[in-house]
């Protein structure tokens, strides 16, 4: 346990989440993360009473959006949140909490930080067998894309695990976008602007099917449904 991760925060966007989120932010804590912000993204009375309250009651930070807003607008509501409250942070996590991410990966990330690093990504293993034909080929091509339009070799563009340092959060708050597109427009902005781009070996999950996810009626915090 690193008592430095203190000074991280990691925000969780969530949209009416399972008990999935209970497990990552144990996970968490037992790395030594002990600032954790749940942004709820509009999530229904039902997930808010099974999951977000007693998020509270243990103690974690919950913002609420009225309403539906975006993944986009979730992780800007929860960095300016760190930003104005927590600043004495190092930087800020963002991380899914669904199975996408570990939080050995989240450390991974932290450490990075910690060293100097400005914008760090997680990037999983998207040759990963359980993860379907068309997200595979999905991602590598997004990827391709990037590179073809901006010469730089970024591995995962649409990774949700990502670490800010304190410094850049006021230029990350300024870029564009409401839902999933936030995430690679950060990205393009820090090419553009000559922004260094780290990255740490986020390893390997397991996935459920694509078709599946999109006909959940409970979303759990995932692009598809932002």
Avoid at 62 to 78: I, M, P, R
Avoid at 184 to 208: C, S, W
């Amino acid at each position: 346990m690193n008592v430095t991760y203190g000074k991280i925060p990691v925000i969780i966007p969530a949209l009416n989440p399972d008990n999935r989120i209970f497990s990552f932010i144990s996970s968490l804590k037992d790395e030594g993360f002990t600032n954790i912000v749940v942004v709820d993204d509009g999530s229904d009375d039902a997930h808010r009473t099974d999951v977000l309250e007693k998020l509270t009651d243990e103690g974690i930070t919950v913002l609420e959006h009225n309403g539906n807003k975006g993944k986009g607008v979730a992780l800007k509501t929860g960095i300016s949140y760190v930003y104005r409250a927590m600043n004495d942070s190092l930087g800020v996590i963002t991380a899914d909490y669904d199975g996408r991410q570990r939080a050995d990966a989240v450390a991974k990330v932290a450490d990075k930080l910690i060293n100097g690093a400005k914008l760090v990504l997680g990037v999983r293993d998207l040759n990963n067998t359980s993860m379907s034909n068309g997200m595979r080929r999905g991602y590598k091509l997004t990827g391709m894309v990037f590179r073809l339009l901006y010469t730089k070799d970024i591995k995962d563009i649409q990774t949700g695990l990502r670490g800010i340092t304190y410094s850049l959060i006021p230029e990350m708050l300024e870029i564009k976008g409401k839902r999933y597109e936030y995430e690679p427009k950060m990205l393009v902005y820090a090419v553009r602007n000559e922004i260094p781009v780290e990255h740490i070996d986020a390893g390997t999950f397991q996935y459920d099917g694509y078709g599946q996810r999109q006909k959940d009626k409970a979303c759990h915090c995932r692009t598809e449904c932002f």
